[in-house]
């Protein structure tokens, strides 16, 4: 008896083959999912220039008769990356820029630089700020409200730590001289431009951001956003005032935004930040500090394994070097500027997320 119900001895016995197998249908009536991605050969490659709820202001053909703006969103494929201002992003779909279009962003370009920080010297997580900015305009005031020496520190150790080069700007120094607290940087090298409330020297400091892209940071209250907008003036940032109670500025930039520097001298880019009262520093290579004084790096090599470089540092390579005059008379000033950045990280500073 054949193994089927009631087929007679005599029958022929069955043959499976694939067209005996029962396929479920897919009840949402679309393509089995794949982890195969389109290449996107046609992709156009853009710039980032803010970031709005999820959706993207691309730059398209910059310098280019054909440039334009294209409101992008994010693939699903990278739902898990952070696309941020100042990105190189490859993008698809409708790339007209007419009104109501959206395109898709694909793919982020590799990156050259990028600007972190993290909500206190504690935590690892790392919040993006801008991506391949290649100067830092350090923004603070000689008053109202009063400088902050170790906030300036810790931008600055942000800075050395991306590759980027600082830039410091003090802000109404008609209020008060700056002398004082710009003599805690005589052992940095990087441009100083001072500015009173009356007067501002914005073809000095257009000239240093020419062909650059340059994100301007700073505590809330200093004058940012005065100065972007002097600088690019149809930026339309919002200017906020001073608590005169309590000393503080009030948040006024929301959000990161690329905007055009435009000179007769050339063309670059001002990233405006929204204003900090702290900078956490917990995802930073303290290594990457040393590398920024490239004199002081060369000596260290001298230095015995682990060596910290502070003031307590036993047979300290750099702190002998200074002490027997082989960096001349700027040498005590730049090694205190390095410890002072290194001290940063020592343990009775971890915690400290609000600088003065």
Request: aromatic content about 4%; some cysteine; charged content about 25%.
């Amino acid at each position: 008896m054949s193994w089927w119900a009631g087929a007679d001895d005599d029958d022929d016995e069955q043959e499976l083959d694939e067209s005996a197998v029962r396929v479920r249908p897919n009840r949402k009536g679309n393509r089995p999912r794949t982890k195969t991605r389109p290449e996107h050969n046609d992709a156009l490659t853009g710039r980032v220039l803010g970031v709005d709820r999820g959706r993207y202001t691309v730059l398209l053909d910059e310098n280019t008769p054909e440039e334009r703006q294209v409101t992008s969103a994010r693939a699903s494929e990278l739902r898990k990356k952070a696309v941020v201002t100042g990105d190189r992003v490859d993008i698809v779909g409708d790339t007209s820029g007419a009104e109501g279009s959206l395109s898709r962003i694909v793919r982020i370009q590799p990156r050259v630089t990028l600007l972190r920080r993290s909500a206190d010297d504690t935590d690892a997580v790392e919040r993006v700020i801008v991506a391949n900015a290649d100067q830092m305009l350090i923004v603070v005031a000689a008053a109202n409200p009063e400088p902050r020496i170790r906030l300036v520190d810790r931008y600055l150790v942000a800075a050395y730590d991306a590759g980027i080069t600082p830039i410091l700007c003090v802000t109404k120094t008609d209020l008060a001289d700056p002398a004082e607290f710009l003599a805690n940087f005589a052992g940095l090298e990087f441009q100083v431009f001072t500015s009173r409330t009356d007067e501002m020297p914005i073809e000095e400091i257009s000239a240093a951001l020419v062909g650059h892209d340059t994100v301007f940071v700073g505590h809330s209250g200093v004058g940012k956003s005065t100065l972007v907008n002097a600088l690019v003036p149809d930026a339309h940032r919002a200017v906020g005032v001073v608590n005169t109670v309590t000393g503080r500025g009030r948040h006024t930039s929301s959000s990161t935004v690329s905007l055009r520097l435009q000179t007769d001298a050339g063309r670059g880019w001002c990233i405006d930040t929204p204003g900090v009262r702290s900078f956490g520093l917990g995802h930073i290579n303290t290594e990457n500090i040393l590398k920024a004084f490239t004199d002081l790096a060369a000596i260290a090599e001298e230095c015995p394994r682990g060596c910290t470089h502070l003031p307590d540092a036993p047979d300290c390579a750099i702190v002998e070097a200074v002490e027997a005059g082989r960096l001349g008379d700027t040498g005590p000033a730049r090694l205190d500027s390095l410890q002072r950045l290194l001290g940063t990280f020592a343990p009775s500073n971890r915690t400290v997320t609000s600088e003065r």
